[in-house]
């Protein structure tokens, strides 16, 4: 692969200026003969599609890297490819004008995929207009699409996948967020990879199955076989199929191999002292927490136990402390209803446990918002705070 990149790279970066009013940096990818100046691909980059001469310089790297991955056959089909002159790169600019993207559009979008100058307007162009006139997209979702999907458009039409995914997931943009975490999704098969994920999904009675692979789409193109362990490794954890928190427990299992799985409840009994049968109960009721570093939970543990007071049975039965963030929840909000206690602005018996569930916008109109001239600098403490910064001290004094 070394000597195929090497073999590449000089077809792309040899030098042979060219006359002209831009500065040729001359990187061409093919001579069409002994006597004419060869096609510069950086340089066209620049004074075609809008590049920097550092970002053409790149882009063109780019395409270096993408055909290398591959075979001996790709890069043959390069060294034949439409980038033997502006002809082919001509025609797909001029395309993806016409169909309503910006000079600045262009620009980003042959970064993305500088491949997609190579393709053939008579192959993509149906394609990509079957997209925006079926799908109704305007030309700023037809940029954001191709930012994720351009390759996609490469070798096939993927009308039928992207409707199946703008319905499964409910808007063209959940779609493409799912899309950008799992580059693989707009390549799969729909008939044969995404449609029988969904179908088990069903079978296994799972709520919320959009929800669940909009956070984890590779489970849409995982094996069958492989989903299925995942199925049945969220049913040994204790946490039925009906169950709402079903769909957590697989998102932790396809993350976390049996080992890990196991080695965390281990740490559970350890650290909190319970036995195998509590744990069961927590993760029934948070399985997210499998998911959690040890560190993480060790340092909830200590605050809860060495600050706040609580003892570990009492941590046990209240297994949604272990989803709220240590940094921007739980801290903050003690060292606030510590300050509003300090100065009698709030009944002592007050639980800190009700304290942290409450809502954040009910939490301000209640605790903060009032409080901001007889506690001084109570809000931009809170607020730094929850924001993940250092806060400032609060003024205790009246």
């Given at each position: 692969m070394l000597l195929l990149?090497?073999?590449?790279?000089?077809?792309?970066?040899?030098?042979?200026?060219?006359?002209?009013?831009?500065?040729?940096?001359?990187?061409?990818?093919?001579?069409?003969?002994?006597?004419?100046?060869?096609?510069?691909?950086?340089?066209?980059?620049?004074?075609?599609?809008?590049?920097?001469?550092?970002?053409?310089?790149?882009?063109?790297?780019?395409?270096?890297?993408?055909?290398?991955?591959?075979?001996?056959?790709?890069?043959?089909?390069?060294?034949?490819?439409?980038?033997?002159?502006?002809?082919?790169?001509?025609?797909?600019?001029?395309?993806?004008?016409?169909?309503?993207?910006?000079?600045?559009?262009?620009?980003?979008?042959?970064?993305?995929?500088?491949?997609?100058?190579?393709?053939?307007?008579?192959?993509?162009?149906?394609?990509?207009?079957?997209?925006?006139?079926?799908?109704?997209?305007?030309?700023?979702?037809?940029?954001?699409?191709?930012?994720?999907?351009?390759?996609?458009?490469?070798?096939?039409?993927?009308?039928?996948?992207?409707?199946?995914?703008?319905?499964?997931?409910?808007?063209?943009?959940?779609?493409?967020?799912?899309?950008?975490?799992?580059?693989?999704?707009?390549?799969?098969?729909?008939?044969?990879?995404?449609?029988?994920?969904?179908?088990?999904?069903?079978?296994?009675?799972?709520?919320?199955?959009?929800?669940?692979?909009?956070?984890?789409?590779?489970?849409?193109?995982?094996?069958?076989?492989?989903?299925?362990?995942?199925?049945?490794?969220a049913e040994e954890l204790g946490v039925p199929r009906n169950s709402q928190m079903f769909k957590y427990a697989v998102a932790v299992v396809a993350c976390n191999s049996r080992e890990k799985v196991a080695a965390k409840i281990e740490f559970f009994k350890r650290t909190l002292g319970c036995s195998e049968s509590e744990v069961s109960i927590v993760v029934f009721r948070q399985p997210s927490i499998l998911g959690v570093s040890d560190e993480k939970h060790i340092r909830k543990f200590e605050f809860l136990i060495n600050e706040v007071g609580m003892g570990p049975r009492y941590i046990l039965e209240r297994p949604y402390l272990f989803a709220l963030s240590l940094e921007k929840r739980l801290l903050p909000r003690h060292r606030v209803l510590k300050v509003l206690q300090a100065k009698g602005l709030l009944n002592s018996k007050m639980s800190f446990t009700k304290f942290v569930t409450i809502g954040e916008k009910a939490f301000r109109l209640r605790f903060i918002d009032p409080h901001k001239d007889s506690v001084p600098g109570l809000a931009g403490y809170y607020t730094t705070a929850c924001a993940g910064g250092v806060p400032p001290e609060v003024q205790l004094s009246s």
């Open positions: 990149r090497r073999h590449l790279l000089p077809l792309l970066r040899a030098a042979s200026p060219l006359p002209s009013p831009i500065h040729r940096r001359a990187c061409p990818l093919l001579s069409t003969s002994a006597s004419a100046a060869p096609f510069s691909f950086e340089d066209y980059l620049v004074a075609a599609c809008g590049l920097s001469p550092a970002q053409a310089g790149k882009t063109a790297q780019k395409a270096v890297d993408e055909t290398s991955r591959h075979s001996k056959k790709a890069f043959e089909d390069l060294s034949r490819s439409r980038l033997k002159s502006a002809s082919n790169p001509d025609a797909i600019l001029a395309f993806l004008s016409g169909v309503g993207l910006s000079r600045t559009d262009i620009a980003v979008v042959v970064a993305a995929d500088p491949l997609l100058l190579r393709c053939s307007v008579k192959t993509i162009g149906p394609r990509l207009l079957a997209l925006r006139d079926c799908l109704g997209l305007s030309a700023p979702q037809v940029v954001r699409f191709l930012l994720v999907g351009s390759r996609s458009l490469h070798s096939r039409s993927i009308l039928p996948t992207l409707q199946f995914l703008i319905s499964f997931y409910g808007s063209f943009e959940q779609a493409l967020v799912a899309a950008k975490r799992n580059r693989g999704l707009l390549h799969a098969s729909l008939e044969k990879t995404i449609e029988p994920k969904v179908a088990l999904f069903r079978q296994f009675g799972v709520r919320d199955i959009a929800k669940l692979c909009s956070n984890n789409p590779k489970l849409l193109t995982f094996s069958l076989e492989r989903v299925q362990e995942f199925l049945l490794r």
